[in-house]
């Protein structure tokens, strides 16, 4: 039954006037909702819910992740059925209850609604319905989001699973992006996805997003990954408005929910330390971080600070590796160096009266953290609260009673790699977001503390050689983090980097003779596209160290037309002198299959081959596509010396971006690949 749990809501009544693209702002709701084994009492609590939302004049509402479903499953027939009859409500009998309920009380309420649930996909009896790479039950982790009609207008699908071993990441890295009515396009993407470049700076970076909805069951890990700590940090960093939802499980420290706007921090946000549901409601000016001066917006909400011990938080296994320094009372001012960042520190530490608080140690870390089997490179430089002078006491989050120490000034300077621009993915590699978390659980607001960006050079006074080599280095970035006034219950405060790992690509020509592992010589003409793990040449036709899926590039087309000699018949040996073989790998170190491209050739006057070598599945995940030939009559002759044009203007290369649409038509999913088209034009080798 619905009054089975404590619904509350903050009672901020707004027009009940729907929102227009003219207006400077929109109104939004998210969700805090305490988990339930029980699917049929959460799908009539989302109902009453969503009708709660619009009472509050609400343009949408956003659900948390898995709360809704829970162990059942869901089709979602975007290929087939809600093309034709796009509102559940309209058309019970074609769809799932859930679907035909949410569907019905968007409509009724005039609403944008997104529930997450877990989909089913079965490719054995409807394998035409859906992208089926085999005849398998697949188990998605889905955002849904429905129109005011009742309209299914987008479907995301998670693409970075934390777990969950019986469900399937996304099997194409499609974007999740919805236009509404109130001139707002808006991201979407599902907890653990927030963690990686691939959607969650692409979606923004790439397609221009100002507004992006986030569904969430996190884990809160101190010092840097609370839930509320990351949302705001996320949001500020990328300059956009974040609606998140979270699911509300506090003895597995899943709890935290909030609406952001940019630099201007949390419009509204509870981080709740017993077992809640709640509904948050806020005006959302649709530039984000410009309030306007008349509107008023709630801010965090804090809860009984003794309720928050219920909230169970996990800690970061990997800070006793970091390069550490412990902090004395009053100022100091030092430099800490791991691998090739560094971290300039100025503190002022003021003792109050009473027995000693906690501790403070600085730390700096560069290097990879494993998230739930995941390889993710951070940087950090940090302060952080600890229980003894042992690192293995940090972080500590102490209660109001040990509050004697007061952090009077804080600035911490990190020298660290500068921002790259992927311009496969269209998105930056590295992404810098200013962390603090205090013992309430909640972040500073933005207003108490400064954060700056530059990437030029910078001397330092430090005598190290080895800090003057690094801060010195041109085109590195320069970030400065301070705090305004003194602070005396800060836990955490500093900034934490991920940078993530995408192969790059090259087009590659070559005609000489190579090695074999030092063992022979051999005559070789390639016409290639090669993923390199860097952006040198000496990273090309290597792996990363381990395995990380959604790192290769996707390709809309690729086509190889090489203009080689034709192959001559050595009359002794009865063979050709030349061979020319389509050579691929994919991501499982196997050839691709036949039928995932055409390979051609044409032979003009027996003099020259046209070879066409074109790629027609797109999906695949490509180390190598080339066109590899091998000359025998120069075997055993010296190999070519490295060449010195590894990005020679002779080589005729064309590069073209085709545009892809950022609105989902009612009834299908948003579609968005990587648009590489590389042609590579009559690429005449000549027999030397």
């Not at 003219?22 to 805090?32: C, H, R």
């Not at 301070?482 to 980097?497: A, D, H």
């Not at 950022?662 to 579609?671: F, L």
């Amino acid at each position: 039954m619905f009054c089975s749990l404590l619904f509350l809501s903050l009672c901020v009544f707004y027009s009940d006037q729907r929102s227009t693209p003219e207006d400077d702002s929109y109104i939004a709701a998210v969700v805090e909702y305490q988990v339930s084994a029980n699917s049929a009492v959460n799908l009539e609590n989302y109902v009453r819910l969503i009708q709660d939302a619009g009472e509050q004049g609400a343009d949408i509402v956003v659900f948390p992740e898995m709360t809704l479903t829970r162990g059942n499953s869901v089709t979602i027939p975007m290929n087939s059925t809600v093309r034709e009859f796009p509102v559940p409500a309209l058309h019970p009998e074609l769809y799932d209850e859930v679907l035909v309920s949410i569907s019905a009380a968007a409509r009724q309420n005039e609403i944008y609604v997104v529930i997450n649930i877990q989909e089913i996909v079965n490719c054995i009896t409807n394998p035409n319905d859906e992208y089926c790479p085999q005849l398998n039950l697949y188990y998605f982790n889905t955002n849904v989001v429905f129109d005011r009609n009742g309209t299914i207008i987008d479907r995301y699908r998670k693409i970075n699973l934390f777990g969950e071993f019986t469900r399937t990441p996304a099997l194409r890295p499609d974007l999740g992006i919805f236009e509404t009515d109130f001139g707002v396009t808006f991201g979407h993407f599902i907890c653990f996805d927030l963690m990686f470049q691939v959607p969650a700076v692409q979606v923004v970076q790439r397609h221009n997003i100002t507004d992006v909805v986030f569904t969430t069951m996190w884990f809160s890990e101190m010092p840097y990954l609370t839930a509320v700590e990351i949302q705001q940090a996320y949001a500020q960093t990328m300059n956009v408005n974040f609606l998140a939802a979270g699911a509300n499980n506090v003895l597995v420290g899943s709890a935290g929910s909030g609406i952001y706007s940019g630099s201007a921090g949390a419009l509204i946000s509870i981080m709740p330390g017993q077992p809640t549901t709640r509904v948050l409601v806020s005006k959302v000016p649709k530039v984000p971080g410009q309030l306007m001066p008349q509107d008023t917006y709630p801010g965090p909400i804090y809860d009984d600070p003794a309720a928050m011990d219920n909230l169970v938080l996990i800690t970061d296994p990997s800070l006793p590796s970091h390069v550490t320094r412990l902090l004395r009372n009053g100022s100091q001012e030092f430099t800490l160096i791991d691998k090739d960042v560094v971290c300039h520190f100025r503190v002022n530490l003021a003792q109050r009266e009473g027995e000693m608080g906690p501790f403070y140690r600085a730390f700096i870390h560069d290097g990879i953290n494993v998230y739930s089997k995941r390889q993710v490179g951070t940087i950090s430089c940090a302060i952080i609260a600890c229980k003894t002078e042992d690192i293995k006491s940090c972080p500590y989050k102490f209660n109001k009673d040990e509050e004697t120490l007061v952090i009077e000034e804080l600035e911490i300077k990190m020298t660290s790699y500068n921002k790259h621009y992927n311009t496969t993915l269209k998105c930056d590699d590295i992404v810098y977001y200013p962390i603090s978390f205090r013992n309430n659980k909640f972040p500073l607001s933005p207003k108490n503390f400064s954060y700056e960006i530059a990437n030029t050079p910078r001397d330092r006074s430090d005598s190290s050689e080895k800090t003057k080599d690094i801060t010195k280095q041109v085109y590195r970035e320069h970030i400065t983090y301070s705090i305004v006034l003194p602070i005396n219950n800060k836990v955490t405060s500093g900034y934490l980097l991920f940078w993530f790992q995408n192969y790059r690509y090259r087009a590659a020509a070559f005609s000489g003779v190579r090695s074999f592992s030092g063992m022979a010589t051999g005559g070789n003409r390639v016409c290639s596209v090669i993923a390199c793990t860097g952006e040198s040449i000496d990273t090309c036709g290597r792996r990363f160290e381990n395995y990380i899926s959604n790192t290769t590039g996707i390709f809309e087309e690729l086509r190889i037309i090489a203009t080689l000699p034709t192959p001559r018949k050595d009359n002794e040996l009865d063979a050709d002198r030349s061979a020319y073989f389509p050579v691929t790998l994919n991501t499982e170190i196997m050839p691709l299959r036949s039928d995932d491209y055409t390979f051609q050739q044409l032979s003009i006057l027996n003099i020259v081959s046209i070879y066409d070598f074109l790629l027609t599945n797109t999906n695949v995940e490509l180390y190598t596509f080339a066109i590899w030939g091998r000359e025998y009559t120069t075997d055993a002759q010296l190999a070519s010396p490295p060449s010195n044009q590894h990005d020679s203007a002779e080589t005729t290369t064309t590069t073209t971006t085709t545009p892809t649409p950022t609105t989902a038509q009612p009834g299908s999913s948003t579609t968005h690949r990587i648009n590489f088209i590389l042609f590579i034009g009559s690429i005449i080798i000549y027999l030397r």
